[in-house]
């Protein structure tokens, strides 16, 4: 979709849809569609010229309302929490970014994080507005990531992970559970727990499938190689914890931890170490390495 605004410190302009109702103002129905924006905000925006039609048009706080249009605004977020860590580009041609993520910074703009995510520092450090993440890592996994630049070529991407294009591995610091015989199958199906943030393994058909060996053991703790077979919400961290075997620092699998999310002494111990696939474009066999490290066993 072609947006009106351009990108702005790295912010991508969002889209609304004005469905059909009663509202007078455009103003009204946006306050009354983001209750948590609030009028003020709102009028400020658009006095700014931060609020514009399809056209680009700047929309006033008196604009009459007209259904099944679209508007465009600027997402904004008040006393963003810094991120302490830096994001690292470790590949870039014309078509690809392979980026290394480290702990507790979003993949892309989500809840109480806009600036301080992946997508949006890559953007306002490259000035690339059609920047795409072509996956996704949990917030409190660190590792690698595929961005892809080109609206064109982007589907070639896609399709990798539509298949089984993409070869992911991960390591993992968690539990060492001596009843299983490594590498360990688990296959399972994945659905929404009760908390919308969680995943837990429900009755039925598997939909989710991983393959979980044994590196090294030191003690209660061990290293753990990861390979996800398909690509669940939190498939990896549901999966070690349903074994007997919770990946060190999880706040969320097992729910008993109560490590503070924004703790950073204590990183989720989950790392998408490796991606290797063949580019649909060059036809070149590509494989990266995470340049982030878990700690050792001695330290768990």
Same mark, same amino acid.
Request: glycine fraction near 6%; aromatic fraction near 10%; proline fraction near 6%.
């Given at each position: *979709?072609?947006?009106?605004?351009?990108?702005?410190? @790295?912010?991508?302009?969002?889209?609304?849809?004005?469905?059909?109702?009663?509202?007078?103002?455009?103003?009204?129905?946006?306050?009354?569609?983001?209750?948590?924006?609030?009028?003020?905000?709102?009028?400020?925006? *658009?006095?700014? @010229?931060?609020?514009?039609?399809?056209?680009?048009?700047?929309?006033? %706080?008196?604009?009459? $309302?007209?259904?099944?249009?679209?508007?465009?605004?600027?997402? +904004?977020?008040?006393?963003?929490?810094?991120?302490?860590?830096?994001?690292?580009?470790?590949?870039?041609?014309?078509?690809?970014?392979?980026?290394?993520? %480290?702990?507790?910074?979003?993949?892309?703009?989500?809840?109480?994080?806009?600036?301080?995510?992946?997508?949006?520092?890559?953007?306002?450090?490259?000035?690339?507005?059609?920047?795409?993440?072509?996956?996704?890592?949990?917030?409190?996994?660190?590792?690698?990531?595929?961005?892809?630049?080109?609206?064109?070529?982007?589907?070639?991407?896609?399709?990798?992970?539509? @298949?089984?294009?993409?070869?992911?591995?991960?390591?993992?610091?968690?539990?060492?559970?001596? +009843?299983?015989?490594?590498?360990?199958?688990?296959?399972?199906?994945? @659905?929404?727990?009760?908390?919308?943030?969680?995943?837990?393994?429900?009755?039925?058909?598997?939909?989710?499938?991983?393959?979980?060996?044994?590196?090294?053991?030191?003690?209660?703790?061990?290293?753990?190689?990861?390979?996800?077979?398909?690509?669940?919400?939190?498939?990896?961290?549901?999966? *070690?914890?349903?074994?007997?075997? %919770?990946?060190?620092?999880?706040?969320? $699998?097992?729910?008993?931890?109560?490590?503070?999310?924004?703790?950073?002494?204590?990183?989720?111990?989950?790392?998408?170490?490796?991606?290797?696939?063949?580019?649909?474009?060059?036809?070149?066999?590509?494989?990266?390495?995470?340049?982030?490290?878990? *700690?050792?066993?001695?330290?768990?």
């Amino acid at each position: *979709m072609q947006r009106p605004l351009p990108i702005r410190d @790295g912010v991508s302009a969002s889209a609304v849809f004005l469905p059909e109702g009663e509202w007078r103002t455009v103003l009204a129905f946006l306050t009354y569609y983001f209750p948590s924006v609030g009028e003020a905000r709102w009028v400020a925006r *658009m006095e700014s @010229g931060s609020v514009v039609d399809a056209e680009g048009d700047a929309i006033a %706080p008196t604009a009459l $309302y007209r259904p099944l249009t679209r508007i465009f605004y600027y997402r +904004e977020l008040e006393d963003e929490l810094q991120i302490p860590f830096d994001e690292v580009i470790l590949f870039e041609n014309d078509h690809l970014i392979v980026a290394d993520k %480290p702990h507790f910074m979003s993949t892309v703009p989500v809840g109480r994080y806009l600036k301080e995510t992946l997508l949006v520092r890559l953007k306002q450090r490259l000035n690339l507005e059609h920047l795409v993440p072509l996956h996704r890592l949990d917030r409190d996994t660190a590792g690698l990531v595929l961005l892809s630049k080109q609206v064109a070529t982007r589907d070639a991407y896609h399709a990798l992970f539509r @298949g089984d294009g993409i070869t992911k591995a991960y390591e993992a610091v968690a539990r060492f559970n001596p +009843e299983h015989e490594y590498p360990v199958t688990r296959q399972s199906r994945i @659905g929404r727990a009760e908390l919308f943030y969680r995943r837990e393994e429900v009755e039925g058909v598997p939909n989710a499938s991983s393959v979980i060996d044994l590196i090294e053991r030191q003690g209660e703790w061990a290293r753990y190689h990861l390979r996800p077979i398909t690509g669940k919400t939190h498939q990896l961290r549901v999966h *070690m914890a349903a074994l007997g075997m %919770p990946i060190r620092n999880d706040v969320l $699998y097992p729910q008993e931890c109560r490590r503070a999310p924004d703790d950073y002494n204590y990183p989720l111990q989950l790392l998408a170490r490796t991606l290797e696939f063949v580019d649909p474009i060059s036809g070149a066999a590509m494989m990266f390495e995470s340049q982030f490290r878990l *700690m050792g066993l001695d330290e768990a």
